[in-house]
T-cell receptor
């Protein structure tokens, strides 16, 4: 079993749609969680951190369920510019950071 | 604040040749990571430095890969000899708190 697993994708959605990505992690001692965005042929960049209480940044909402070892990202009112690969990232402590394989999102006009 | 610098941006070599990549992290950042990102996969950590010391190199294929950070600032990653499966983007990252700031990467193609 991979340490961090994501929905395989790709997701193809029309503009304005709501889309949700899921991620599971295997190490119950994991300490911090993130979503990164990676545009085609670019480096990954932090999108948002994920907290147990859930957090929202504009159209983006991230949730963490420690009991189920599950992380989600919800994007509302999708824009063309949201097209990218979304990477689920888990820090297991001691500076060890593990990236999921990523889920590709295509938003179409 | 300047970002993470990497060079070269692209490199094409033949298998069994040697190659080296360079990274200059964000000024003052003690920690530096090298990642390998194969097409269609997420970045995989190769090695982590804290100043000029290695913290974690458990996933570095030490028979062919080496890395150093002699003065605790910039770093080089070397592959010798390269194999076809080494074709990937090599990313350098400089963390601040929990956030990893990546350089633009070096895209390596091994023919």
């Amino acid at each position: 079993r991979k340490e961090v697993e994501q929905d395989p994708g790709p997701f193809n959605v029309p503009e304005g749609a709501t889309v949700a990505f899921n991620c599971t992690y295997s190490n119950s001692a994991s300490q911090s969680f993130f979503w990164y965005r990676q545009d085609c042929r670019k480096e990954p960049k932090l999108l948002m951190s994920v907290y147990s209480s859930g957090n929202e940044d504009g159209r983006f909402t991230a949730q963490l369920n420690r009991a189920s070892q599950y992380i989600s990202l919800l994007i509302r009112d999708s824009k063309l510019s949201d097209s990218a690969t979304y990477l689920c990232v888990v820090n297991t402590g001691g500076f060890k950071t593990i990236f999921g394989a990523g889920t590709r999102l295509f938003v179409k006009a | 604040e300047a970002g993470v610098a990497q060079s070269p941006r692209y490199k094409i070599i033949e298998k069994r040749q040697s190659v080296a990549f360079w990274c200059n992290p964000i000024s003052g950042h003690a920690t530096l990571y090298w990642y390998q990102q194969i097409l269609g996969q997420g970045p995989k950590l190769l090695i982590q430095f804290q100043n000029n010391g290695v913290v974690d190199d458990s996933q570095l294929p030490k028979d062919r890969f080496s890395a150093e950070r002699l003065k605790g600032v910039d770093s080089t990653l070397k592959i010798q000899p390269a194999k076809l499966e080494d074709s990937a983007v090599y990313l350098c990252a400089s963390p601040a708190g929990d956030t990893q700031y990546f350089g633009p990467g070096t895209r390596l193609t091994v023919l």
